[in-house]
C-alpha cells in the first residue's frame, strides 16, 4: 500500500478548542479514508473521500481531500470530551483489502 | 445495527501453540479482513478473503497465518506455533461489496503469547 505520514502524533486540547489532524503522502492517493478508533475499542469507519478537493462534512467533523490528491485533513470544529480517541487515515489503490493506515493522531480532551 | 463479532474476547497462550481467532462478519457482507495492531502501533492489514479464498495478504501473512470460512458464518484465522511478537489485538472486518472501502470492525480479541 501506499505510505502516508500523519501528524501530530498526539494533541491535547482544551475542551470547546478546535482540533486538526492531516495526513500526508509523497504520492498521489486515489483515495482516503478517515476512521476513528477510542481508547480500548476498534476502528470505526467515518468518511471517504475520492476526489481532488472534496470537502465534506459531518456535523462538528470537517474532511477535506487536497487538489493534488496528496494530503487529506480532518477538522473538529469545538472539541467535547466524546471526541478522544486516536483518528486514522486509510489509503491505497485499487486493492480494497490492503489499505495503508497513517500512524493515528491521539486526541485528548480536557474538561 | 448488525455488527462483526468475535471471540475470545482475550486469548493467552503459550509460545509455539497454535490459535484460532472467530468472526463472525455481517451476514449479507462477502469481504472479509484480518488486521493487527501491536500495543500502541498502528493497524496493520493482514490478509482479505473472498469466494473462499484469499484475496490479499500482506507481508506479516506468512506461512504461519491461515484464514478459513468453515461453514456460512464464521471466519478464522489460524496462528500456528505462535511467537511473543504476535501478540496484539487481532480485528476482523467485513464489508458488502468490493468498492466499498467503508469496513466495519469487530471488537478484536487481545492475544497474548508467554
Known amino acids: 500500500g501506499q505510505q502516508v505520514m500523519q501528524i501530530p502524533q498526539y494533541q491535547h486540547v482544551q475542551e470547546g478548542e478546535d482540533f486538526t489532524t492531516y495526513c500526508n503522502s509523497s504520492?498521489?492517493?486515489?483515495?482516503i479514508q478517515w476512521y476513528k478508533q477510542r481508547p480500548g475499542g476498534h476502528p470505526v469507519f467515518l468518511i471517504q473521500?475520492?476526489?481532488?478537493?472534496e470537502v465534506k462534512k459531518q456535523k462538528r467533523l470537517t474532511f477535506q481531500f487536497g487538489e493534488a490528491k496528496k494530503n487529506s485533513s480532518l477538522h473538529i470544529t469545538a472539541t467535547q470530551t466524546t471526541d478522544v480517541g486516536t483518528y486514522f487515515c486509510?489509503?491505497?489503490?485499487?486493492?480494497?483489502?490492503?489499505?495503508?493506515f497513517g500512524q493515528g493522531t491521539i486526541l485528548t480532551v480536557h474538561p | 445495527e448488525p455488527e462483526v463479532t468475535q471471540t475470545p474476547s482475550h486469548q493467552v497462550t503459550q509460545m509455539g501453540q497454535e490459535v484460532i481467532l472467530r468472526c463472525v462478519p455481517i451476514?449479507?457482507?462477502?469481504?472479509f479482513y484480518w488486521y493487527r495492531q501491536i500495543l500502541g502501533q498502528k493497524v496493520e492489514f493482514l490478509v482479505s478473503?473472498?469466494?473462499?479464498?484469499?484475496?490479499?495478504k500482506s507481508e506479516i501473512f506468512d506461512d504461519q497465518f491461515s484464514v478459513e470460512r468453515p461453514d456460512g458464518s464464521n471466519f478464522t484465522l489460524k496462528i500456528r506455533s505462535t511467537k511473543l511478537e504476535d501478540s496484539a489485538m487481532y480485528f476482523c472486518?467485513?464489508?458488502?461489496?468490493?468498492?466499498?472501502?467503508?469496513?466495519?470492525f469487530g471488537p478484536g480479541t487481545r492475544l497474548t503469547v508467554t
Open positions: 472486518a467485513s464489508s458488502a461489496i468490493q468498492s466499498s472501502y467503508e469496513q466495519y
Open positions: 473521500l475520492v476526489k481532488s478537493g
Open positions: 478473503f473472498y469466494n473462499n479464498e484469499i484475496s490479499e
Open positions: 451476514s449479507n457482507h462477502l469481504y
Open positions: 504520492t498521489t492517493l486515489s483515495n
Open positions: 486509510r489509503t491505497g489503490g485499487t486493492s480494497y483489502g490492503k489499505l495503508t
